[in-house]
């Protein structure tokens, strides 16, 4: 019955047990859960020794371990690593114990997987650490007396106490649209530099997480650098730097967004929903701040000089060039001689007193009566307003307007600056038709010079266009913005334009070429350069048409640039041209299948082609039906 009872005690074991005889080493018998844990069968256990099985035989010290099982009567390690049958890392606590056993003596290895319960602790551990980063940033806010001071304890705090690898604080310099480091603390802080962040969407580098948190105004986590679509221009350098996820968090100076706060872990989904939550804490906190510092600053300067001030406001109030007002229960209080002049007034008196909405023309009144609403109610700090407004003799003339809440007298009042922005909307409406008319210039003059490389060239008609659509569909599922898709579009409408200068027979040669025609085949892309360097397109045109037959392991020419010297634009071209150029006939070859051009793709990936543009090539044919456009096909 015993014996009954210590084998159903050992085979429900909800631990692995291991029974070793103390004498041979060798294995007697491992319990069902064991097995289950490291994915070994009964059979690899039974008969070997310890440092013969698998997970035993991957710790170096094995036979030493037995050593110390067989002289002491209780041994206990913690934090064992052991790799199961699958290769999955875990870790296990094994405590031993010996007895004897119908004369033999049987060394009992308890052994309970902990790797859930670490992931754990290690998860706890780093909430444990956000909690002391945000005291600390406090802290920070109670008694830093400079932004220069609070940003760098801020940036150590999540470094030395939240368990962050590097963190760092840019603002928006907004006639450059950059976001600069202004503080920074932590590993990889010397790459900030060459990071080149842009908070414009057309920019190639204005599409990572810390530009879209600034331009949407919302934290980006980030949870896998390496794999984020948002990370492409710059996953080199995270690798260099050890980062693994980020977070980036919007900085506010009077609710208006000023820069970001951002963080990086050296871990994979580093950022739960807790840690979340603490970061967004700590943004509104040092938000909070940057309001107080503008706060006491104005205060200072009120003492300082509010009755020098007083004076010189009001002298550039009644001679501002824009049209200033006061609105307090719903009529004008105040209003510059600038005001009167944008309405067609001599002097204010006409205005002072009136309703404002009274002068808005009717289409455009409701809305600018629900803005001052919501801002009198405090749901908005500031507007910004365009709106149709009655001229004295009845015209309408188009006014630019920004408005803000504050305190006059005891009273929720409106303070508003006004400019004439007719002329101003006529020009843009001019800009913009003179804007269309240079696109279709463009345009026209792209599809001259492709008309003029098909008739150098017949046998490669549409081989431009076709490149240039694939090109396009392969950065749009890159996920690179529009203005980089039309840039890859002209550059691969415009790629092979060196040909032009290579003599027609050898173009159309049906046999091969020598090594002196070859070389003046290769000779097109530096033609192609020389055509188009001091042409001022908006993308890198000239670069990529001199770069499209580099390849990433530098065999290409001309230059035999490798990886990313490689512009990431000629490395779509590349996969592009290649593609099309073998699926399509040529005088030494009928064409070949489009299979051919991604069997070529497919097995240089990584070694003539950047393997990010190989897979969704491959994506776009295999997986999402695309066709290869027709030669006769004119789009």
Same mark, same amino acid.
């Given at each position: 019955?015993?014996?009954?009872?210590?084998?159903?005690?050992?085979?429900?074991?909800?631990?692995?047990?291991?029974?070793?005889?103390?004498?041979?080493?060798?294995?007697?018998?491992?319990?069902?859960?064991?097995?289950?844990?490291?994915?070994?069968?009964?059979?690899?256990?039974?008969?070997?020794?310890?440092?013969?099985?698998?997970?035993?035989?991957?710790?170096?010290?094995?036979?030493?371990?037995?050593?110390?099982?067989?002289?002491?009567?209780?041994?206990?390690?913690?934090?064992?690593?052991?790799?199961?049958?699958?290769?999955?890392?875990?870790?296990?606590?094994?405590?031993?114990?010996?007895?004897?056993?119908?004369?033999?003596?049987?060394?009992?290895?308890?052994?309970?997987?902990?790797?859930?319960?670490?992931?754990?602790?290690?998860?706890?551990?780093?909430?444990?650490?956000?909690?002391?980063?945000?005291?600390?940033?406090?802290?920070?806010?109670?008694?830093?007396?400079?932004?220069?001071?609070?940003?760098?304890?801020?940036?150590?705090?999540?470094?030395?106490?939240?368990?962050?690898?590097?963190?760092?604080?840019?603002?928006?310099?907004?006639?450059?649209?950059?976001?600069?480091?202004?503080?920074?603390?932590?590993?990889?802080?010397?790459?900030?530099?060459?990071?080149?962040?842009?908070?414009?969407?057309?920019?190639?580098?204005?599409?990572?997480?810390?530009?879209?948190?600034?331009?949407?105004?919302?934290?980006?986590?980030?949870?896998?650098?390496?794999?984020?679509?948002?990370?492409?221009?710059?996953?080199?350098?995270?690798?260099?730097?050890?980062?693994?996820?980020?977070?980036?968090?919007?900085?506010?100076?009077?609710?208006?967004?000023?820069?970001?706060?951002?963080?990086?872990?050296?871990?994979?989904?580093?950022?739960?929903?807790?840690?979340?939550?603490?970061?967004?804490?700590?943004?509104?906190?040092?938000?909070?701040?940057?309001?107080?510092?503008?706060?006491?600053?104005?205060?200072?300067?009120?003492?300082?000089?509010?009755?020098?001030?007083?004076?010189?406001?009001?002298?550039?109030?009644?001679?501002?060039?824009?049209?200033?007002?006061?609105?307090?229960?719903?009529?004008?209080?105040?209003?510059?001689?600038?005001?009167?002049?944008?309405?067609?007034?001599?002097?204010?008196?006409?205005?002072?007193?009136?309703?404002?909405?009274?002068?808005?023309?009717?289409?455009?009144?409701?809305?600018?009566?629900?803005?001052?609403?919501?801002?009198?109610?405090?749901?908005?700090?500031?507007?910004?307003?365009?709106?149709?407004?009655?001229?004295?003799?009845?015209?309408?003339?188009?006014?630019?307007?920004?408005?803000?809440?504050?305190?006059?007298?005891?009273?929720?009042?409106?303070?508003?600056?006004?400019?004439?922005?007719?002329?101003?909307?006529?020009?843009?409406?001019?800009?913009?038709?003179?804007?269309?008319?240079?696109?279709?210039?463009?345009?026209?003059?792209?599809?001259?010079?492709?008309?003029?490389?098909?008739?150098? &060239?017949?046998?490669? @008609?549409?081989?431009?266009? *076709?490149?240039?659509?694939?090109?396009?569909? %392969?950065? +749009?599922? #890159? !996920?690179?913005?529009?203005?980089?898709?039309?840039?890859?579009?002209?550059?691969?409408?415009?790629?092979?334009?060196?040909?032009?200068?290579?003599?027609?027979?050898?173009?159309?040669?049906?046999?091969?070429?020598?090594?002196?025609?070859?070389?003046?085949?290769?000779?097109?892309?530096?033609?192609?350069?020389?055509?188009?360097?001091?042409?001022?397109?908006?993308?890198?045109?000239?670069?990529?048409?001199?770069?499209?037959?580099?390849?990433?392991?530098?065999?290409?020419?001309?230059?035999?640039?490798?990886?990313?010297?490689?512009?990431?634009?000629?490395?779509?071209?590349?996969?592009? &041209?290649?593609?099309? @150029?073998?699926?399509?006939? *040529?005088?030494?070859?009928?064409?070949?299948? %489009?299979? +051919?051009? #991604? !069997?070529?793709?497919?097995?240089?990936?990584?070694?003539?082609?950047?393997?990010?543009?190989?897979?969704?090539?491959?994506?776009?044919?295999?997986?999402?039906?695309?066709?290869?456009?027709?030669?006769?096909?004119?789009?």
């Amino acid at each position: 019955m015993s014996e009954t009872r210590y084998r159903r005690v050992f085979e429900t074991a909800q631990d692995g047990i291991l029974l070793l005889n103390a004498e041979t080493a060798q294995i007697e018998d491992v319990n069902p859960y064991l097995i289950h844990m490291l994915g070994y069968s009964h059979s690899e256990f039974l008969g070997k020794k310890l440092w013969e099985v698998g997970p035993f035989a991957d710790i170096k010290e094995s036979k030493e371990m037995f050593l110390e099982l067989q002289s002491k009567g209780y041994v206990r390690y913690e934090d064992l690593p052991l790799r199961t049958v699958s290769g999955v890392n875990i870790e296990v606590e094994f405590v031993s114990n010996s007895y004897d056993c119908d004369g033999i003596k049987i060394i009992q290895c308890n052994i309970r997987n902990i790797t859930d319960r670490r992931i754990t602790e290690k998860k706890l551990e780093r909430h444990t650490q956000l909690y002391a980063a945000l005291s600390q940033c406090n802290k920070a806010i109670v008694h830093c007396t400079s932004e220069a001071e609070l940003f760098s304890q801020v940036c150590r705090a999540a470094v030395q106490f939240g368990g962050m690898k590097m963190a760092w604080i840019g603002f928006v310099d907004p006639k450059a649209k950059t976001v600069d480091p202004v503080a920074s603390f932590g590993e990889g802080a010397e790459y900030l530099s060459p990071l080149k962040l842009s908070i414009d969407p057309n920019s190639l580098h204005g599409g990572g997480p810390t530009c879209i948190a600034i331009r949407e105004s919302r934290p980006y986590w980030c949870l896998d650098l390496q794999n984020d679509p948002a990370t492409i221009p710059w996953r080199e350098l995270i690798h260099r730097a050890g980062w693994a996820a980020s977070a980036s968090l919007p900085l506010r100076r009077n609710g208006v967004v000023i820069g970001a706060f951002i963080l990086y872990s050296d871990e994979v989904n580093a950022f739960d929903e807790l840690i979340r939550n603490l970061l967004v804490e700590m943004e509104d906190d040092i938000s909070f701040a940057l309001d107080a510092f503008d706060r006491e600053s104005l205060r200072k300067l009120a003492e300082e000089g509010l009755h020098e001030a007083e004076e010189q406001f009001r002298g550039l109030v009644e001679q501002s060039i824009a049209g200033i007002c006061i609105i307090q229960d719903g009529i004008f209080t105040y209003a510059n001689p600038r005001l009167a002049e944008i309405m067609g007034f001599g002097s204010t008196e006409a205005i002072i007193g009136s309703d404002p909405l009274s002068w808005i023309v009717e289409v455009d009144r409701s809305d600018v009566a629900r803005s001052m609403r919501q801002l009198l109610k405090g749901e908005l700090h500031n507007i910004a307003l365009e709106f149709g407004v009655l001229h004295k003799d009845g015209v309408e003339i188009q006014v630019g307007a920004n408005a803000a809440r504050v305190t006059q007298k005891g009273k929720i009042a409106i303070v508003g600056v006004a400019q004439d922005i007719s002329e101003k909307k006529r020009a843009e409406a001019d800009v913009l038709r003179y804007v269309e008319q240079l696109k279709t210039t463009l345009n026209g003059t792209i599809e001259v010079v492709e008309i003029i490389s098909e008739l150098r &060239d017949p046998y490669t @008609a549409g081989h431009e266009r *076709r490149v240039s659509q694939v090109a396009v569909a %392969i950065a +749009a599922e #890159l !996920g690179l913005n529009a203005h980089q898709q039309e840039g890859l579009r002209v550059a691969g409408n415009l790629h092979d334009v060196g040909k032009i200068m290579i003599p027609a027979e050898i173009l159309s040669k049906p046999s091969k070429l020598s090594p002196i025609e070859y070389a003046l085949v290769q000779g097109h892309v530096q033609a192609g350069y020389e055509v188009l360097k001091n042409v001022k397109f908006p993308w890198p045109v000239a670069q990529v048409v001199l770069q499209h037959h580099e390849r990433m392991d530098g065999s290409g020419y001309p230059q035999g640039l490798k990886g990313e010297a490689i512009l990431f634009e000629a490395r779509i071209i590349a996969v592009a &041209d290649v593609v099309e @150029a073998m699926s399509s006939h *040529r005088p030494y070859r009928p064409g070949l299948n %489009i299979e +051919a051009g #991604l !069997g070529e793709i497919e097995r240089y990936r990584g070694v003539k082609y950047d393997p990010m543009v190989v897979d969704a090539c491959l994506k776009l044919f295999r997986h999402k039906g695309f066709v290869l456009p027709s030669q006769s096909d004119p789009t």
